[in-house]
């Protein structure tokens, strides 16, 4: 009995802390997003014809989010002091510094050389999870693919302005 209750605790402690990666990344992800709108100055900016509509960020950050967190939560649980964890957690502060950066401080540049960075990492940690844990490495791909546009988004938007 001592033996199903150890296992149903460590089972329910598994799905904890994935709704708690699922909440932090989201909360945080739309904390930032609410309080770093693009505002009048971005629609002010010069746009490459390829920009798309400002509805599409939020659906397509919230998926992805979702997808980054579960990433995260099988990385933890693989390895929470492993090298493919530490570049989750990086991503993701750059992830963060991305918004506030661009918007609040109105730096495109500054903006450029973060997205580039965290899609160097997104790639990374890809390329690592795919050896060790394939699905972790298969959610990123949608996200890397997304970065990659709004590294060429950010990179426009910087030459255009």
């Given amino acids: 009995m001592r033996l199903i209750a150890s296992i149903w605790s460590g089972v329910r402690l598994r799905w904890l802390l994935l709704v708690g990666f699922i909440l932090g990344v989201l909360g945080i992800g739309w904390l930032i997003g ?5 505002g009048a100055w971005y629609a002010s900016l010069q746009k490459p014809s390829f920009n798309p509509p400002n ?29 493919a964890f530490k570049l989750w957690v990086c991503q993701m502060a750059l992830n ?28 990374t940690f890809t390329v690592i999870q795919w050896r060790s844990d394939r699905v972790s490495a298969l959610l990123f791909i949608p996200y890397g693919t997304w970065v990659g546009f709004a590294s060429i988004l950010n990179s426009s938007l910087y030459r255009l302005n």
């Fill in 55 to 83: 509805w599409i960020f939020g659906p397509t950050w919230s998926v992805l989010y979702v997808m980054i967190a579960i990433a995260g939560w099988r990385t933890y649980l693989k390895s929470a002091n492993g090298a």
């Fill in 96 to 123: 963060f510094a991305w918004s506030p950066t661009v918007f609040s401080v109105h730096s495109l540049g500054a903006g450029l050389l973060i997205i580039l960075a965290m899609l160097f990492l997104i790639l």
């Fill in 34 to 38: 609410a309080t770093n709108l693009p």
